[in-house]
C-alpha cells in the first residue's frame, strides 16, 4: 500500500464518519452501526479484491483504551457539580451498581445453563455484557434534556468505572477471601490519592505553561497515569472522570491557598479548548476502533444457532434488569433512559482482555457484534419513538 493510498483510505473513513453523525442525529441510528456496517462493507471489498492486510487486532486495544480515556473526560467536562446534584449522582450511582451486579448474576445464571461451566467463569464472562458503554451512551443523550442528559453521563461512567473494578477483581481472584475485599479497598484508596494528587498537578501544571502546545501534554499526562494505574490493577478510570469534574468545578473551591496557586484568569478558555480538543479526538480514534472491529469481525460466528440464543438471551436479561433497578434503585423516568443502555467499546475490550483459557465457547466476536447491534437498535428505536411522544404532547401555556 503506498503511502498516498493509506491518506486517501483514512482522510475517507473520518469524513465517512462526519457523515454518519449527521445521519444519526436526525435519524436517532447510532454512529456506531454506521462505523460497524463500514467496516464489514471494507473486509468484503478487501478480500474480493484479494488486498493483504495486517492484523488489526493488535492495534484495537490501544485505541479502544485510549477512545475510552477521551470519551469519559470529554462527559465528565460538562458537568457542573452543586449541592442539589448530589442526589442525582448517588441516584445513578446505585443505579449503575445495581444493574452491573444484578444483570451479571443474571447472566452468569444463564451462561451456567446454556454452557455447563463453573458460576465463577460464567460470571467473569457475563461482566462485559452488564456494563453500559459510555462511548455509545454519551454521544446519544446530547439531545436530552439537560438533567436527563447529565444522568445519563454519570451512569455511564460509572458503570464503565465499577464494571472495570469488578472485572479486575473477579480476574485477579479466582477463590475469593477476606483478603480480597482488603485489597480491594487498599487498591480504592491508593487511586482516590493518586486522582487527587494527579488533578492538583495537571491543574497547576496547567496554569504555569506558557507553550502553544499545552493540551496535548496534558492528556498525555492523563493517558500515562491511567496506564500506571492499570498496571498496578488500579481502576484508573476513577482519575480520569475525576480529573473532568475537578477541573470544571475547580472555581467552586473557595480556599485561599487553592485559589493563589491554581486558579488563573485564562481558566475558562483554556478548559473550552480542552474540552473540544479531547473531543474531537475522541471522535477520530472513536471511529477507527468501530470500523477497525468491524473489518476484523468474523461474520461466520453469526451463523451459529448457539450464539443467537445466547444474544437472545442476554438482551431479555440487560433489559429486565434495567426497568427493575430504574424503576426502584434509580428512582428516575422509564423514558427513555431505560433504552440507554447500548454495549459497545468497553464490552469490547475486556473481552479481548479476557485469558483465552477462561473464555466460554460461544462467547465470541459474533456475540460481541450482536449484543452491540442489539442493544443499539433497541435505543435508537426508543430514542426516536420517545422523540415523537414528547413532540406530540401539547404545551402548556
Known amino acids: 500500500m503506498s503511502t498516498y493510498t493509506a491518506l486517501i483510505i483514512l482522510s475517507g473513513l473520518v469524513i465517512f464518519s462526519y457523515l454518519f453523525d449527521l445521519i444519526s442525529k436526525k435519524t436517532r441510528i447510532p454512529a456506531v452501526l454506521l462505523l460497524l456496517a463500514l467496516g464489514i462493507g471494507l473486509r468484503f471489498l478487501v478480500d474480493y479484491i484479494g488486498f493483504k492486510t495486517f492484523n488489526f487486532l493488535t492495534i484495537l486495544p490501544a485505541l479502544g483504551t485510549i477512545g475510552l480515556i477521551l470519551i469519559v473526560l470529554e462527559g465528565a467536562l460538562e458537568l457542573k457539580y452543586d449541592k442539589e446534584k448530589n442526589k442525582l449522582i448517588l441516584r445513578s450511582f446505585l443505579s449503575a451498581l445495581t444493574i452491573l451486579v444484578g444483570t451479571s448474576m443474571v447472566l452468569a445464571l444463564i451462561l451456567m445453563q ?206 429486565l434488569i434495567r426497568f427493575l433497578s430504574l424503576k426502584y434503585i434509580g428512582k428516575t423516568e422509564l423514558l427513555p433512559e431505560i433504552f440507554i443502555s447500548p454495549r459497545g467499546l468497553i464490552t469490547i475490550l475486556l473481552y479481548y482482555n479476557l485469558p483465552d483459557n477462561l473464555k466460554l465457547k460461544g462467547i465470541e466476536t459474533g456475540l460481541l457484534f450482536l449484543i452491540i447491534l442489539g442493544t443499539s437498535v433497541i435505543m435508537s428505536l426508543g430514542l426516536l419513538l420517545s422523540g415523537k411522544k414528547e413532540a406530540q404532547e401539547p404545551i402548556v401555556t
Open 114 to 319: 446454556l454452557s455447563g461451566n463453573t458460576f465463577s467463569a460464567c460470571f467473569l464472562n457475563a461482566i462485559p455484557f452488564s456494563i453500559v458503554s459510555s462511548a455509545i451512551a454519551i454521544p446519544s443523550a446530547s439531545a436530552l434534556e439537560t438533567h436527563k442528559k447529565e444522568y445519563v453521563i454519570y451512569e455511564a461512567s460509572f458503570s464503565d468505572i465499577l464494571g472495570i473494578v469488578l472485572f479486575n477483581f473477579m480476574l485477579n481472584n479466582p477463590n475469593i477471601k477476606a483478603g480480597s475485599f482488603v485489597n480491594l479497598g487498599v487498591e480504592t484508596l491508593s487511586i482516590l490519592l493518586l486522582s487527587v494528587i494527579s488533578c492538583l498537578f495537571m491543574l497547576y501544571l496547567l496554569s504555569r505553561l506558557q507553550h502553544h502546545v499545552k493540551f496535548f501534554l496534558i492528556i498525555s499526562i492523563l493517558i500515562l497515569v491511567y496506564a500506571f494505574g492499570e498496571q498496578f490493577h488500579l481502576s484508573a478510570l476513577i482519575l480520569v472522570l475525576a480529573f473532568g469534574l475537578f477541573l470544571n468545578n475547580a472555581n467552586q473551591i473557595k480556599l485561599k491557598w487553592f485559589k493563589k496557586y491554581f486558579i488563573y484568569p485564562k481558566l475558562g478558555r483554556d478548559l473550552r479548548q480542552l474540552f473540544q480538543l479531547s473531543a474531537e479526538s475522541a471522535f477520530i480514534l472513536r471511529t477507527f476502533f468501530f470500523v477497525i472491529f468491524g473489518f476484523t469481525m468474523n461474520l461466520k460466528e453469526l451463523e451459529n444457532l448457539q450464539v443467537a440464543e445466547y444474544g437472545i438471551a442476554i438482551l431479555a436479561a440487560i433489559y
